[in-house]
């Protein structure tokens, strides 16, 4: 008896019956492969299950307060770089400056433009994205963390490609500093 594949329209595509099977049999083999990684693995996750790194919290799950003056331009470009990162922004702009840092403990050897609180934390002046996000995810026992001064190409300080290096500073609420991260 000879099969004749017409009704699937594969008679004349040069496809063999045993290649069929072949295909289907694999067909099937993946398809039962894949419901038992769906399962999981007892109480392990699916993630854990199938090996794939799961993603980080995203930035937008974090809302920040930026204090700046009306005059500053930069401010409003760092503000675009968080917003680019997904933070939630509120904009509030103050004619002193000098006692929202005083409020937030910010010496002067800390001090840049702009004042930014977010959750517990007190970040001071042009600190990346990415500096922002990995205090807010290890919450270490600091106040804040600050990049003094205004360093040409930390974020929203960018002047073609020229970039100064820069530290970040973490910073206690007893006076202690330490280097947070450090920029080319």
């Not at 004349?12 to 993946?30: C, E, K, M």
């Not at 894949?34 to 937008?60: F, H, K, Y």
């Not at 910010?106 to 934390?121: E, K, P, Q, R």
Request: glycine residues 10%; hydrophobic residues 40%; negative net charge.
């Amino acid at each position: 008896m000879k099969f004749r594949w017409v009704a699937f329209g594969l008679n004349n595509a040069g496809i063999s019956p045993s290649s069929l099977v072949a295909i289907a049999l694999i067909t099937a083999s993946l398809a039962l492969s894949s419901c038992s990684l769906a399962q999981g693995s007892g109480d392990r996750p699916i993630a854990e299950a199938v090996d794939i790194t799961m993603a980080q919290p995203a930035a937008t799950d974090y809302e920040i307060t930026v204090f700046r003056s009306p005059t500053c331009g930069c401010c409003g470009q760092w503000i675009e770089h968080m917003q680019a990162a997904g933070f939630t922004v509120k904009d509030e702009i103050t004619q002193d400056m000098d006692a929202v840092k005083q409020q937030y403990g910010i010496s002067s050897g800390l001090a840049s433009c702009h004042t930014t609180v977010a959750g517990n934390y007190v970040i001071e002046g042009h600190v990346p994205a990415e500096d922002v996000q990995r205090l807010l995810a290890e919450a270490p026992d600091i106040a804040g963390i600050a990049v003094p001064g205004m360093p040409i190409g930390s974020p929203g300080m960018e002047s073609g490609s020229y970039i100064e290096p820069y530290t970040v500073i973490a910073f206690s609420a007893d006076g202690t500093n330490t280097v947070f991260a450090n920029h080319p």
